[in-house]
């Protein structure tokens, strides 16, 4: 019998799934995943996290902004920006001008970059006076999104938590307006900050 990977055109899906059944600590359950003696639903491995929190993002996130890392499922009403795929595809960061936008969204992205506090600057370098900055981010105790996982290798180059990030946000002048330490039902947590200028309500 072959393989469905083997198959012409097979999604990507069936070659993750044999990958990740290739390690010794994760078992494929019905309707998800174990590992490590935790059960993860499907629902977390299909992408588009993002839109757990689009509502409370929106409600932050109001004006011209970007979101960052979008891929196939970027914020509506934002400009997708994405090295790799989706609508914001190729589109640098570098194309957007300093002190343009009146937010900037960003949905598990910031894991990915070595450099985060670096990526961090730039971000914060688009934004308008009184502009905000909203990181939705894997909650550091979901072992499927650990640095060097079976499910993310080396994709994710760090596990943030909600105080580096609201600590780091301060430092760099940000007022955090608003947060949930998770995890939520997607095994993540939120930050949103204002970042000079008058508060705005």
């Not at 795929?85 to 002190?99: E, F």
């Not at 499910?151 to 430092?171: C, M, Y």
């Amino acid at each position: 019998m072959t393989p469905l990977e083997k198959y012409p055109n097979a999604p990507d899906i069936f070659h993750a799934y044999r990958h990740w059944l290739s390690f010794p600590d994760v078992q494929r359950r019905p309707g998800g995943w174990e590992f490590e003696q935790r059960f993860y639903p499907d629902y977390l491995f299909v992408g588009g996290a993002s839109f757990a929190i689009h509502r409370t993002a929106l409600k932050l996130c109001q004006g011209a902004g970007l979101d960052i890392g979008a891929g196939l499922w970027p914020l509506p009403g934002a400009v997708a920006i994405d090295l790799e795929r989706g609508p914001g595809a190729n589109r640098p960061l570098s194309s957007i001008a300093d002190r343009s936008q009146d937010y900037v969204f960003s949905s598990h992205c910031l894991e990915h970059i070595t450099a985060w506090e670096d990526a961090l600057q730039q971000w914060i370098a688009k934004l308008k006076p009184g502009g905000r900055l909203f990181l939705y981010l894997p909650h550091p105790t979901c072992g499927i999104w650990r640095p060097g996982s079976p499910f993310v290798g080396d994709g994710h180059k760090w596990a943030p938590n909600s105080e580096i990030i609201q600590q780091t946000l301060a430092r760099l002048g940000g007022r955090v307006i608003a947060h949930d330490d998770g995890p939520d039902a997607m095994e993540s947590f939120f930050v949103g900050a204002e970042f000079g200028g008058e508060a705005r309500r």
